[in-house]
């Protein structure tokens, strides 16, 4: 959701511009350009497609107006960073404008640098919508070696939100600076991710030498302040990690307020301020939910008539909401609830303002709540950013339990949200501001259950008869319930794959579903087979029919972000065996209680016994984590941690045939 800030116009503002300080761009030397155009593998990343070898930008707001200078030189090193760097697109304001765009690419051949530039019909411009405008061009003959340089100034009348500076992005970088020039009237906090140690610096000339520093200057009449940063490493995703926003390293230029003539004026207010005007004044938003709605009236009556508990009339309301209205894709987070009720569809934050009109229609704190998924920069609770927002979910408190509820799809149970949308800190809207509350991914337990039993068969001496009941967890059972869309066929084949016959020889196997069309029950699924027993001395068999992982999730080598997993895990595995006649047990596995960490963040315990006289073989396992997040230092000691599941997984009992 994009979120317009206020339009502020001031009065003629003094202040002076000052250029950027450090470093040099390659292209104006050209012993330097040659160099870089010779030059095919950087120590900053041997395998890199591409090397931003130097870039710089500048943001200076003068008389309420943005102008925004970029400049970029990069060496092409891969075919696949072609396509990818040749285009440029600049999007800016729907009142903004680009200009004096240059751009250039540089080859050499037959050992002379050639230079090749954009031509002003090169140039394209193009229209999103009112509020969002493009200029993009193409830098001519970009090849395995070329450098590419280009530059432009975005200027944006009656603005002062300024872009944030990335100094790292999908390419490494030798050399990124940024310098930005705010008059002093104006309040503003400089928030800086990096992953180094940024110092500060009073010489001019520590700014060309430098890993990571930054500079003000005293003796302009405004707030200026330089930041370098040097080699710095691509960013590469990782598995187990939220948006690649919460880890690039940048600067984001927050102003808060401007102080003219003794009085402060806020620019970007705090979050009640701005929730109530963003959700509760604008027409079609979530001030729906706090009005009479008195069209709810006889619907909310028959479907809490005979009960007075408040949780029961929260489960109605909510299982009606969801198994009745039909979410559509798109759309914004302004709709007319009453629209919404008629037609019984809308989109999501649509489907869950009506529910939260419903809660409240009878008599329920229920409340909305903003939130932005994991795909998403997580939400700042300091100040509002609120770019990221997109979700809309609703929130009833019962007693001293809070319940997020998403009714717009059909699979999810009452108090669970799709595991994406616990990305950390969320605002609940309400007339007085709201307040801000934690969606944690530690708060998603999905714990799952196997009772397995395996006996001799009553018809036949060389078979036994194995039963597995599967109880999902929350989590799974919603997405298998997601997967399903009224077809069990594919997923029966996925679920059947997943069933292990280790080394014995087992018949067709029959799978049962219960509970598929009842989403506020944790899903069951049985198994039932006959296994066949080998007329052999000595057999070998793997009690694991489910393997809690298929194979160790964390397989690279190293990890440098942290390990973000979407929900606790806890499963259980219970095994019974009574062994067949004419068979004893030879050997089977110790029992063993592994742990990761203190306080134990994650525990297997592998238990087993052996009834010698009523010939019964028992198992209990278990797999429970106590959080969702890990540092990159424990990434080594974690994926040891699985090895060892995955070891205990592969161990074998031995039955032997009695003489």
Same mark, same amino acid.
């Given at each position: ?28 030397n ?13 120590? +900053? ?10 870039? $710089? ?13 970029? #400049? $970029?030189?990069?060496?092409?090193l ?6 990818d ?9 729907g009142?903004?404008?680009?200009r004096?765009i ?7 051949e ?14 394209l411009?193009?229209k999103?919508?009112?509020?969002t405008?493009?200029?993009?061009f ?42 930005? !020039? ?12 990096v992953?180094v140690?940024?110092?500060?610096? #009073? ?16 003796t ?11 080699? +710095?490493?691509?960013f590469?995703? #990782? ?10 390293e940048?600067?984001?230029i927050?102003?808060?307020s401007?102080?003219l003539g ?32 008195? =069209?709810l ?12 508990? #408040? ?17 559509v ?28 009109? =419903? ?5 329920l704190?229920?409340v ?14 300091? =100040? ?8 809309? +979910? ?9 319940y ?9 149970p009452?108090g ?39 006996m ?41 794959n997943?069933?292990?016959k ?5 018949e ?33 068999f ?16 190293t ?20 062994l ?40 209990n396992?278990?797999?429970? !984590? ?9 990434y080594?000691?974690?994926?040891? =941690? ?13 039955? $032997?045939?009695?003489?």
């Open positions: 959701m994009r979120v317009s800030y206020c339009l502020i116009t001031f009065l003629a503002l003094l202040t002076a511009f000052r250029g950027l300080a450090g470093g040099n761009n390659i292209v104006e050209e012993q330097t350009l040659r160099q870089y155009l010779e030059q095919t593998v950087f120590p +900053v990343d041997t395998g890199a497609q591409a090397i931003v070898l130097y870039e $710089k930008g500048s943001a200076e707001l003068y008389e309420g107006n943005l102008t925004y200078r970029v #400049e $970029k030189t990069i060496k092409i891969g075919k696949d960073a072609i396509g760097l040749s285009e440029v697109v600049l999007p800016y304001g009142h903004g404008y680009v004096r240059s751009g250039t690419t540089y080859n050499l037959d050992g002379k640098i050639v230079k090749q530039s954009i031509e002003r019909d090169d140039m411009k193009d999103i919508d009112k509020n405008k493009l200029t993009k193409s830098l001519p003959s970009v090849k395995v070696g070329s450098i590419i340089h280009y530059s432009y100034i975005k200027e944006q009348p009656g603005f002062l939100y300024v872009p944030d500076w990335y100094f790292q992005e999908k390419y490494p970088k030798l050399y990124s600076t940024f310098s930005m !020039s705010i008059p002093r009237y104006i309040i503003y906090d400089a928030l800086l991710r992953n140690a940024m110092h500060a610096t #009073e010489k001019e000339s520590a700014l060309d030498t430098c890993s990571a520093c930054f500079m003000d200057d005293p302009t009449q405004a707030n200026v302040r330089t930041w370098v940063r040097r080699d +710095v490493p691509a590469r995703e #990782e598995p187990y990690m939220s948006s690649e926003q919460n880890y690039l940048r600067i984001k927050h102003v808060s401007v102080r003794g009085i402060t004026y806020n620019v970007l207010k705090d979050w009640p301020s701005f929730s109530t005007e963003a959700f509760i004044k604008s027409e079609g938003s979530c001030g729906q939910a706090f009005a009479r709605n008195g =069209f009236e006889d619907k909310v009556t028959e479907l809490t008539k005979g009960t007075t508990d #408040e949780l029961a009339k929260a489960q109605a309301l909510y299982s009606y909401v969801r198994n009745h209205y039909t979410r894709s798109g759309g914004t987070f302004s709709t007319d609830i009453k629209k919404v009720f008629e037609e019984q569809k809308s989109n999501q934050p649509g489907i869950n303002l009506l529910l939260t009109a =419903f809660l409240r229609k009878a008599g704190n229920s909305p709540v903003i939130l932005s998924t994991r795909d998403q920069e997580r939400l700042n609770m300091l =100040f509002p950013n609120p770019d990221p927002v997109n979700c809309l +979910v609703s929130m009833v408190t019962i007693g001293k339990r809070q997020f509820l998403d009714a717009s799809y059909r699979f999810l009452f669970m949200l799709l595991p994406e949308c616990y990305n950390g800190y969320c605002r609940t809207i309400t007339e007085a501001g709201g307040s801000g509350v934690e969606l944690e991914p530690d708060s998603l337990l999905n714990k799952t259950v196997f009772m397995v039993s395996l001799p068969s009553e018809k036949d001496k060389q078979k036994l008869r194995l039963k597995l009941q599967e109880q999902l967890g929350i989590v799974t059972s919603a997405s298998y319930r997601s997967s399903w869309q009224k077809d069990s066929t594919k997923l029966k084949e996925n679920i059947l997943s069933f292990n280790g080394t014995m020889s087992i067709t196997v029959t799978c049962t579903f219960k509970n598929m069309d009842r989403p506020d029950e944790r899903l069951l699924i049985e198994f039932e087979t006959q296994v066949n027993l080998r007329d052999a001395g000595t057999l070998y793997d009690p694991y029919f489910i393997k809690f992982q298929e194979k160790n999730p964390f397989t690279a080598a990890r440098h972000y942290m390990i973000e997993r979407e929900y606790r895990e806890d499963i259980n595995y219970v095994l019974n065996f009574q067949p006649e004419g068979y004893e047990l030879d050997d089977y596995p110790k029992s063993s209680v592994f742990k990761f960490n203190n306080p134990e963040q994650i525990v297997m315990k592998n238990l087993m016994a052996y009834d010698e006289q009523g010939r019964r073989f028992s198992l396992s278990r797999l429970s !984590s106590n959080t969702t997040l890990f540092p990159a230092d424990d080594n000691d974690l994926r040891t =941690f699985y090895e060892k599941v995955m070891e205990l997984q592969q161990q074998k009992i031995v039955l $032997k045939k009695k003489d």
